[in-house]
Structures are given as structure tokens and as C-alpha cells.
């Protein structure tokens, strides 16, 4: 098992990972510290127990969008409200198993993009 350092608030911290996982554990640390900064521009330093509470609210409320996102494309892809019937495609479509993993990757995608935007105006 292998560790890396994480910095978040300024504080290091040693974390555990699978090996070959060291890549995206720092990159998830740099995404936790990002939002604990955006914060600390916001609130001050209220305390990094309390930043980092904030900064895990503010990630929960991404994945729930996301994971929204995804059951509503799912769902759209399953059939035409009631009422409407479905055109047929003009060309073979994907089984859906793939065209739901195709929204939900050009979904995470834009939300990925107006993180990274927001990211840059800070």
C-alpha cells in the first residue's frame, strides 16, 4: 500500500492509497484544498475542522447534482414522456448502456469545465 502527502489548508497530511492510485489521490487532495482556499477567501479560517466540513458539503452537492444528472438522463433514455412517441434514429444508435454513459460523461464533463472556470476566476 502506498502513502502520499495531501496538503490541504496549508496542513499535510500522509494518506494511504492503493498502489498506483498516488496520481489521483493528490489530484483529489489539490480538489479539496481548492475548495477549502475558495472558502477561506469567503468565511476566513474558521477552523480547518469546520473548512473542512464546509468544503465536503460543497463536494456532497456536486456529486448529488451529478448523480441527478445521470438518473435523469437515464431516465430520458429509457422511453418519450407519455403522449409522445419516439422519432426513429437515422442512423444505428448505441446499445444504452452506452449512449447513458455517454450523457453522463458529456455531463460531468460541463460540470467539470464550470468548476474549473470558477476555479480560475478565484
Do not use: W
Amino acid at each position: 500500500m502506498a502513502q502520499i502527502e495531501v496538503t490541504v489548508n496549508n496542513r499535510s497530511y500522509m494518506v494511504a492509497c492503493d498502489d498506483g492510485q498516488e496520481a489521483h489521490v493528490a489530484r483529489l487532495g489539490r480538489y479539496v484544498d481548492q475548495k477549502v482556499q475558495s472558502l477561506v477567501k469567503t468565511v476566513g479560517q474558521v477552523g480547518d475542522a469546520r473548512l473542512l466540513l464546509m468544503a465536503s458539503l460543497i463536494v456532497a452537492d456536486e456529486l448529488v447534482d451529478t448523480n441527478e444528472a445521470l438518473a435523469n438522463a437515464k431516465s430520458e433514455l429509457a422511453g418519450a414522456p407519455e403522449g409522445r412517441e419516439r422519432a426513429e434514429p437515422l442512423a444505428p444508435q448505441p446499445p444504452a448502456d452506452e449512449a447513458v454513459l455517454a450523457r453522463a460523461l458529456d455531463s460531468l464533463a460541463q460540470r467539470i469545465e464550470a468548476i474549473a472556470a470558477e476555479l480560475e476566476q478565484d
